[in-house]
């Protein structure tokens, strides 16, 4: 394989519209909006936001909502889901949902799915789903969704808006279910390194060396979540990962909380188990100057060849936050050395 280059594979961002300690939802959607009329600028391709319920750092849980309020604040950028949890709806509502968004929106609304809740097991079941039927029941949840978006409608079932749009669905993974699924179905596959590192090489080549082509794409399409902390200095950038370090340790802990500003010592706060295993689950966060993080970028898309990028930066501060977009994006427009 030849190397996928700097510039040549589209860069996206994935967000979870992050609340901060000592902020609410209010701001969290604000720094959303913000964040994507600044990646709509720079030329990032696409800006997705994930469901996920009952987590209080996380305000995203209305995810066709918030996509509607992101796409309303822009005028080209792509935005949709990374993703919705299938399990936790009927398909005909999310068709309707994202019908409704592409009609508003055209060609800009992408609808990512998930196979898992994207909560704990209490919080699934008063979504007032049989969580263990929709689990099992996701290609034939995937298909029926897809069918409302064809011209046809599902067995005499129509979704309005959405019949005839066709919105683009892709399967998100962090094992390789949805790998295989997304081979199968020929459709476009997001495989999320950012908090499951190690199924990621066998889940591109399941996919890969299993791929049917189909209407929507002729060969596969995979793309790849990592997260970045970019600053001027590396030493800046490890201060700043502490946040992200903080949240994953509360939420493993069991008790989930806002995102934490970031501390200087994390040696004080976790044990040596908890370092190594938050480290290993976040082996895909690169982290440092500009100089450190495009030589471990390239070694990464070297290796794993994506076609496109995406990114997931826990960083409290909004305006840091914007800052490793934009130190990112420097870097993607640069030559490869």
Known sequence: MTNNKFGQVPLSILDLATIREGF??????????????????????????????????????????????????????????????????????????????????????????????????KTARALRRDLHETVEAFPNSVLELSNYFSDGGNDGIIAIPGRGLHVPLYLLGSSTYSAKLAAKFGLPFAFASHFAPDELENALE????RFEPSDVLDEPYAMVTVSTIISDTTEEANFLATSGYLSFLNLTRGAPTPLPKPVTNMDELWTDYEKHALQHQLKYSFIGDQQKVKAELQQFMAIHQPNELIVASNIYDPALKQKNYELLYKIWQEKEV
Do not use: C
């Open 24 to 121: 609410n939802e209010a701001d969290a959607f604000q720094n959303s909006k913000s964040l994507i009329q600044f990646a709509e600028k720079a030329g990032f391709h696409r800006y997705w936001v994930a469901e996920h319920h009952g987590i209080p750092g996380v305000a995203s849980s209305a995810t066709a909502v918030l996509i509607g309020f992101l796409a309303g604040h822009t005028e080209k950028i792509r935005v949709g889901s990374g993703g919705v949890m299938l399990p936790n709806h009927s398909p005909l509502i999310i068709a309707e949902q994202f019908g409704t968004l592409a009609t508003m929106y055209p060609n800009r609304i992408d609808l990512g799915l998930g196979r898992a809740p994207g909560t704990d097991f």
């Open 206 to 209: 399941l996919y890969r060396s």
